[in-house]
């Protein structure tokens, strides 16, 4: 009885820390898992508007090159033309 009364004492917070530590750990690493979760839709985001932006460069840059290659055409008929004349 004297080692009930002796240890009892220091049972119950020891108990109490590992119940605490236990479902702390738990929530430790679904918070952990939460925040990775979070940080990887930001950076999915992110690259999707990086995604974006590029897509809508490159439609712009095509469009510019069409008319650079109509410009191109135009110019070489002229210079054809004048080579033409010139014999």
Do not use: C, F
Not at 16 to 35: D, H, M
Not at 46 to 72: C, P, S
């Amino acid at each position: 009885m004297d080692l009930i009364q002796t240890i009892g004492p220091y049972l119950i917070p020891v108990a109490t820390a590992a119940v605490g530590y236990l479902s702390g750990r738990k929530k430790s690493k679904a918070e952990a898992n939460i925040s990775e979760l979070e940080a990887t839709s930001k950076a999915i985001e992110i690259w999707r508007q990086l995604a974006q932006d590029l897509e809508k460069q490159i439609k712009e840059l095509r469009e510019h090159v069409i008319k650079l290659e109509a410009e191109n055409e135009k110019l070489y008929d002229k210079i054809y033309e004048l080579e033409k004349s010139q014999k």
